[in-house]
């Protein structure tokens, strides 16, 4: 790297990959959705992704005070998330400030990539909501207009909107889980398609980037919290944690962003840890908290915990005894 | 000994040298700070009542309520002081102006947690004005806002609520009593408003409600079933609109009470059947 | 000569108190009125005053009286000294700022368990004679106004839009119509401009080779 001699004990691994070549590949398994949002929203989604993209990767060029924009990619991973979180149309400055906190206020300060503690994209998010609530959520989503001429490329979509599914018992009645699993519904731009998420991390599991322990944990606590306490609704419990599986934001945030390798637990214990305490954060938010989403907060939260988890559960050496207490 | 006696005797002279000091100051600030906070109350109580004179306080149901007076000693209005009730997020405390023929002049929101950019619109202007001017009965019109549904049902409740609690207690307000035995036989159908306006159809017959009907209704479906049929019983039971609302779902319950008092109201002032329709 | 000196004396404790032991960004001291009422900045200029008000009259009246003070006995005679000195400021603010009293709130009260001003009365006054303790509280207490002053500057400008609100020079810095941004007037944006603000102080300090 760099001409330089590393010079590290023993036992050394070696691998042609780099953080650019990860970046690439989660870059690559964001693509569907990305794809997915753009067909559903049109030119404001595309608009909103590239501003994204381009802010994040210019606020680390400027910080590093470097030429070379894309650089390992991380920035770019960052600005695409965030705008995964984002409505499908804010307003531009939205987007700006948002990509600067995130890589600014979330990363650089804590010393750049690597040494981060919480995850930079939704940093930028917290920050987002906390300071233009009415921007980021509420009454803004958009409805989505499936891309079937050409001209609804440039459709208006901010026209039309609704609230996200996750607002209430009523609203969530009016979805069906197929829209939601293949993303004709209301919500943030990585939001919406369940199964394009599913497809992208697919490609990032058989890259072997992103192992099952956070996502399984996640996803299968706000399985089972929303069955036993989401109230039942679509006739049937189990209908109804799927449903809170589906809706919202937790398989942008199980899949893409728990799983960030830098801000969660290393172990194996841990991760499973981590991920069923995002999942059961995230369902008190929704069921008793007063957003109707949050992904956001329990992600953040469990990040600022996992030196604890990883304390914790560091396996024993070979050979080692327990201590007596 | 010794020891002991000067540590005393130095923690006293520090005590007694510190007492004197604040017993100087405080007698010099007292009657400033009385004067300066009734003159702020007497301030806040002119942006409601510009004729504002004098005022008394009153207890009631652990609430305190200011009666207002003018010039010539007549009553003018009431305030009621850190009201409280609970919105979305959790406690809300507000003061609340009714004037003396029981409509609201305004509130302010002290303290709430409701949902910042969207349960806050309590606090806005634009959600103010929708009660300047309201009477009691007129609040039943005041509309929630979408988004923010619970938010402003919770308020449009707890303020109805409390003016007619002021209405009562201070205003010699008489509420309408509608006598069902002068009520023609026939269906009627009444409009009011639970978390969403609803609309029901009452039966009469021979004096006595024997059928209602809730057709028209938003409300949440958890919500609903607590309140009908149960309330519609309790009114037929008890052939009164005094019944106990309590049910888990306040806001459908008094809903549907205050349909049924809408339709028995226009079928009294219509004189008769005309409005029937039937049943079926 | 010798006059002068001890004025150099005097202007150096004056200096020191503002930049090299300024009490906020170089001790991080006082943390908690720092992060709660910097929320606009005549608040953040009240809260300030006052503790500095405080500060110099303690640091006075304990150096005077150090002497007298029995070692074993010195934290209780200090406090008692201090809760006086915040009762009457509290006092006299209620009295004759009504409006900064509201808004300091409890915050006054709990100048007295400010760790500065037990602090200095523990490191300096305790120790030193009253007249370098008084300029050693000049020096504490405007270097803890000035932190406070930048720090709740720059959370009202950002965070409500405004300078100098609730005063008659208020100023909408960016227009009616911007949209701040809320999460500085709100308590994480406290933590977040606090971290920024003693990054800054680090960089600068580290450039200039002040330690």
Known sequence: MNGKLVISSSPHIRTIESVQSVMIDVLAALFPVALIAVLLFGYQALLTMVIAVISAMLAEAIWMRKLDIFGDGSAAVTGLLLAMTLPPAPPWWLVVVGSFCAIIIGKQVFGGIGNNIFNPALVGRAILVVSWGGHMAGQIWPVPKPFVIFSDFFYDISAVTTATPLAGQEQALNTSLSQLLFGNVAGALGETSALALLVGAGWLFIKGHIDWRIPGGYIGTVFVMGAALGGGFYGNHLLTGLFHVLAGGVLLGALFMATDMVTSPVTNLGKLIFGIGCGVITMLIRLYGSFPEGVTFAILIMNALTPIIDNFTIPRKFGEVKKSA | ?280 | ?211
């Open chain 3, 1 to 211: 000569m010798k006059t002068m000196s001890n004025m150099n004396i005097y202007l150096q404790d004056i200096s020191r108190g503002i930049v090299r032991d300024n009490p906020t960004f170089r001790l991080v001291l006082g943390m908690c009125p720092t992060l709660a009422v910097t929320v606009y900045l005549i608040n953040g200029l009240g809260m300030g005053l006052s503790t500095a008000v405080v500060l110099i009259c303690s640091n006075v009246v304990i150096s005077a009286l150090r002497r007298y003070i029995p070692d074993q006995v010195r934290i209780p005679c200090y406090i008692v000294i201090i809760a006086t000195f915040v009762t009457v400021v509290e006092m006299l603010l209620k009295a004759f700022q009504p409006k900064l009293y509201a808004a300091l709130g409890v915050f006054i009260p709990l100048i007295v368990v400010n760790c500065i001003i037990l602090g200095r009365a523990e490191a300096f006054a305790g120790k030193k004679p009253v007249l370098r303790s008084l300029f050693d509280g000049i020096g504490i207490g405007l270097g803890f106004t000035v932190s406070l002053f930048i720090l709740s500057a720059l959370r009202e400008v950002i965070g409500s839009g405004t300078f100098l609100a609730d005063t008659a020079y208020a100023v909408h810095v960016f227009g009616e119509s911007f949209e701040p941004m809320a999460v500085f007037s709100q308590p994480a944006g406290a933590f977040i401009a606090l971290g920024l603000l003693l990054g800054l102080t680090n960089v600068i300090f580290k450039k200039l080779k002040i330690d």
């Open chain 2, 1 to 280: 000994m010794r020891n002991i006696l000067r540590l005393t005797l130095t923690l006293a002279a520090v005590s007694i040298f510190s007492a004197v000091i604040l017993a100087v100051v405080n007698s010099w600030t007292e009657p400033i700070i009385a004067e300066r906070q009734l003159q702020d109350y007497l301030e806040s109580v002119r942006l409601y009542f510009p004729d504002v004179a004098d005022f008394e306080e009153k207890e009631l149901e652990g609430n305190l309520f200011d009666l207002v007076y003018d010039d010539s000693g007549n009553l003018i209005g009431v305030i009621g002081k850190n009201l409280e009730y609970s919105g979305y997020g959790g406690p809300v405390v507000y003061t609340l102006a009714v004037d003396q023929s029981a409509a609201i002049v305004g509130y302010n929101i002290v303290s709430h947690s409701e949902t910042p950019g969207l349960g806050d619109i309590i606090t806005k202007p634009e959600f103010h004005d929708r009660f300047v001017g309201k009477t009691l009965e007129e609040l039943d019109t005041v509309d929630t806002v979408s988004g923010a549904t619970v938010s402003t049902s919770a308020i449009i409740g707890a303020i109805r609520g409390m003016t007619e609690a002021i209405a009562k207690a201070f205003l010699d307000y008489e509420e309408e009593v509608i006598d069902i035995t002068q009520v023609p036989d026939g269906t009627y159908r009444g409009e009011g408003t639970g978390l969403k306006p609803m609309a029901v159809e009452v039966t009469v017959e021979a004096g006595r409600i024997v059928k209602i009907e809730v057709v028209e209704q938003d409300e949440t479906p958890t919500y609903f079933v607590l309140s009908y049929p149960l309330i519609a019983d309790r009114i037929i039971e008890t052939q009164s609109l005094d019944v106990d609302t309590a049910t888990g779902a306040t806001f459908s319950a008094t809903g549907i009470v205050n349909c049924v008092k809408d339709a028995l109201t226009k079928a009294l002032e219509q004189g008769g059947g005309e409005e029937s329709e039937d049943d079926e």
